[in-house]
């Protein structure tokens, strides 16, 4: 029995010794590639999850360097793993996705060619960013940014048949290399100032240390992480690609590689830099994070493709994390983690979904769909779930996270009485309301109404795609209603850990190597909330609907008849109120709906369409402005 | 154990819960009914004519459309119904409150999107494209109010709170014990006004009736139902009237307190009747049925500023 | 009880849906009227609803031209019982000025069964709210018919 130190470097080099055999034996033979991909995403999600343990409930932190290359006299010179709560918690996130897109996809891609090639890149996306988050070492980091960054770049084009998954590739290469280029000029500056790449030395050395040159490679790293994040204005290339890319390829996008880019901005603000408690430094991110979701849902409100839509969704949802990460207090970083985590699962949930749509109908143009929830009742009832978790009604998993996300917010601006912090709330929870419209527009656009034509053929998705969508729906519920259990399990370890910043430190360089240097940690105070008991809810609700229901199954005998139409379509009792003409097939859709709001918002929707002009030089100007606006505030503010 | 359990049943099902919330929400209804009818000169119906509508309408054939989500179809009336009665056991009544330090601001602002959800989604699967514009219009409607409702939420929040998150609805009933009631404080007197604004859109009265305008597009969301999902429907609507003017008197009245729960219950019902003929049916009936964009712009402009000077006021501390 | 309470209120809460069949606008002006606050027809509990789904008593004007019967029967049917058919005027009674013309198709006593005639062009609007107020107590008795 081997140690479970050794699992996260197993986990993440099954995964690549996974590609390298797809490649070998999976390119002609079906069962071997498929098995190989299962087995390889499955022994990660075991290895990691036999983690959590140790790790998560135990609080041991793990360091592990590779070929026993431990530091010599303080220098650490080898690379090193350090697993600890915070990373654990996002690898947790991407290998679930991974786990479960692998097994979307059997089904999903078999009427696709070249599929030995799609997952060498499938594998290669994964264990890239299962080993960012499992990575001590930055230099690490960045070889793991550059392969999802390339894996993802070639997916995206992978069905390239069609134009913009090519235009959509192309976008993404241009920006992408953008950001990695960002991060690798920021960690050369750094380690021409402190001659290490390992991570918890780095912290031990910049700490009360800051030269105008780190700083500086601060705000490179920063901008390129937020490149990887999606924030806007780096958001661009992120629409196309979740829309181009294969379905289970976007749930990956949003379940896993833009997390790596927030994983990335918390590990370099709280740990790395531990710049958070700087005041300027919270103010930027925030706005930031209130700019993000804000663009993000009204440009999401503007869309009429499926998949579009909800990478717009991706985006602004990922405002809220950073936002919420932005606060700097215990609350504020664990409702972005617990949020981050709901995105995964609620996100994933409805990428499945459209995907499903996708695989039985053939287009997700929201103008072309409709009446699908007799044709495939049970992804309706998934998408539904998803669209009321991503919306926050309770007692889903969304609510449960962005209440926290509020509650943080506002007991920030009453804390340090900066009003700008009330408007962020404001920002929130308008936003909110808005991703209800917009989901509000899928539901009534493809899965209601009347059928078109084009949908009469659609049927309900084969079992293995079934199962991944109903295992996130459940997790969506679960979440949601046990959220108490979450954050004791999951998220408190996983914000100590962020904010513990000596014990990092000393599990990796020797112990008193901390103190050493003269840190000591951030006090955070405890998180609180209770006034919100999904569970007292939840049994409130069933009490309540089962009085409801005795009252309507006893009074069922004296009151009227439920009638159901059976038999011709052409009975005109049962057909569609048309003020009484014989009712056509005529269906509301996607682009007809909120004519009003968007009336009133015309000129700012003029804006943006005008902004999002789909040239790549603008956005690469774009991405250049963000860091140098990072870069600046860094520089003026942050010392 | 079997009295609490006793007592919590008692909670649910009569006082504050189902039976209390129908018998006042429908009272609350006849009274606007027939006060909009007296401000009009008419005799008007009588005051128990919600009941009749209701009774009615449970021995109506209830007919299912080819083009519906029958489950989608039947669930929606009933979910709508039970998160209003839920919502109302979180409400206090003055100091009495069902499940007492549960109930937060955030939690009843999200569970009174419920009922509107509800509606859309039953809108929706009815199939009809009436019903597709109408819970369009729903939904702009929600979002128009939802930005000045939280804006008036956080001021009272901060109001209450002071220098402390306060977003704990007894709590904030506790301090206008202490101190006085919110509509004493002057800061608070527009984001009253502004509240007093959003509740008729809430409930969906006239002039902010444009998802169910019954003279263009038939009644919108409901225009396939009949019998019994539309009798609940329409009990739905009589609560929201209940629940909203319950918010407000707990928001902005709340100190008002007797010590004896009946008596206080009685104050409550008596307010929610003045609220409901001064923000629903005095507008009613001075005012026509508003197009959605300039039902958006005055929410977004109009009340907006209103609550936006009231969270201002009290964020200066003035 | 509750079978009680239910046909009383069926009485009391009847709801008007309207249909023109190439009517002179008269006798919908005079239906109009009588929900004005001079005839006040809603102390009786009448109120005009939006879709044929949400009535009880259809009221049916003009002499039923060829285009709208078709709509007009269509229109009836969406109607969820109990029900009452009610003419107002004496175009669908008898087709009126308009009888023999080619493009008519009065009286609707023909395709469905009326419960209540009111005669006149136009009838008064007492006469309007007779008719309704006899209407709604057939509706009752249908009601409790269904009881049974």
Known sequence: MISYVHFPVLAVMGIFLGAFLEEIFGVHNKAARQGILVATTGIAFLLICALVKPVMFDGEVISYWMGDHVPVSGYAIGIGYEIDQLGLFFALLVVTTSLLSSIFSLRYMERDGM????????????????????????????????????????????????????????????????????????????????????????????????????VFAFGLMLTGLSVKAFIVPFHTPAADAYAAAPTCISMMFSGMVNKAGVYGVIRLVYVIFRAIDLPAMQVLLAIFGAVTMFIGVT??????????????????????????????????????????????????????????????????????LGGLSKKMPQTTICFLIGAFSISGLPPFNGFASKWMVYQAIYAKAVESGNFLYALITVVAVVVSVMTLASFIKVTQAVFFGQCPVSCAGAK????????????????????????????????????????????????MMGEGTAAAFGIS??????????????????????????????????????????????????????????????????????????????????????????????????????????????????????? | MGITILRLLFYVLIFPGCLFVTAIGLLLAGIDRKVLARMQRRVGPPIVQPVYDFFKLLGKETIIPHAANKTAFLAAPVVGFVSLVVLMLFIPVFSFSAFSGRADLIVVLYLLTIPGVALIVGGSASGS????????????????????????????????????????????????????????????????????????????????????????????????YSGAPLAMFKLNTALKMFVMTALFVALFIGGIDTGIVALNALILVLLCIVLTVLCMTLIHAVTARLKIEHLFQFYWTFVTTLATVSLVLVWLGL | MFKKMIAKSTAKSPWIYHINTGSCNGCDIELVAVLTPRYDAERFGFKLAGTPRHADIVVVSGPITSQSKERLLRTLEQVPEPKCVVTIGSCPQSGNVFKGSYSVEAPLEQYVHVDVAIAGCTPKPEAVIEGLYKAAEILGKKREAMNQ
Not at chain 1, 342 to 367: I, M, Q, R
Not at chain 1, 460 to 479: D, F, G, K, N, Q
Not at chain 2, 177 to 201: D, F, K, R, T
Request: net charge negative.
């Open chain 1, 115 to 214: 599929l030995g090639r799609f997952y060498v890149l499938f594998l290669m996306l994964c264990g890239a960013v299962l080993g960012l988050t499992l990575t001590g070492d930055i230099f690490n980091l960045f070889i793991m940014i550059e392969i999802m960054t390339f894996a993802a770049v070639a997916l995206t084009a992978f069905r390239g048949e069609r134009g913009f998954a090519l235009e959509a590739a192309f976008k993404y290469l241009v920006l992408g290399s953008m950001g990695s280029s960002f991060t690798l000029a920021g960690i050369a500056l750094l380690y021409l100032q402190c001659h290490t790449l390992n991570m918890a030395q780095l912290a031990s050395m910049l700490h009360g240390n800051m030269t105008p040159v780190s």
């Open chain 1, 299 to 368: 440009m999401a409100l503007a869309q009429h493709d499926f998949k579009r839509l909800l990478a717009f969704h991706s985006i602004s949802q990922i405002g809220y994390v950073i936002t919420a990460a932005a606060l700097g207090t215990t609350l504020g970083l664990s409702g972005a983690l617990f949020h981050a985590m709901n995105h995964t699962l609620f996100k994933g949930l409805l990428f499945l979904c459209a995907g499903s749509v996708l695989y039985s109908v053939g287009t997700t143009d929201l103008d072309r």
């Open chain 1, 460 to 507: 309900e998705v084969p079992l293995s795609m079934r199962i991944p969508m109903w295992v996130m729906s459940a997790l969506c519920v679960i979440t949601g209603v046990f959220y108490n259990q979450v954050e004791a399990w999951f998220l408190r370890p996983a914000v100590s850990a962020a904010f513990n910043v000596t014990h990092y430190i000393d599990v």
């Open chain 1, 521 to 639: 940690n951030v006090k955070a105070a405890a998180a609180s909330f209770s006034y919100w008991d999904p569970i007292l809810w939840l049994l409130l609700f069933v009490v309540v609907m089962a009085a409801t229901g005795i009252v309507i199954i006893t009074g069922a005998r004296e009151r009227g008849r439920i009638l159901t139409p059976e038999g011709a379509e052409e009975d005109g009792k049962y057909a569609t109120f048309f003020s009484g003409e014989k009712s056509l097939p005529s269906h509301v859709s996607g682009s007809d709906l909120f004519w009003g709001f968007k009336h009133d918002w015309k000129s700012y929707f003029r804006v943006m369409q005008g902004a999002h002009s789909g040239i790549i030089n603008d956005y690469a100007l774009w991405v250049v402005v963000g860091g140098a606006i990072i870069t600046l505030w860094l520089t003026v503010f942050v010392r």
């Open chain 2, 129 to 224: 494209p009436y019903a597709g514009i109408g819970i369009s219009r729903e939904m702009v409607t929600m979002m128009a109010y939802e930005l000045p409702l939280i804006l008036v939420l956080l001021s009272v929040a901060k109001m209450a709170g002071g220098s402390a998150l306060c977003f704990s609805l007894s709590d904030i009933v506790a301090w206008q014990e202490a101190h006085h009631s919110m509509i004493a404080h002057w800061q608070l007197i527009p984001a009253a006004v502004a509240m007093l604004l959003v509740i008729p859109a809430e409930v969906g009265t006239q002039p902010f009736d444009v998802a169910e305008a019954e003279t263009e597009i038939c009644e919108g969301p409901l225009i396939e």
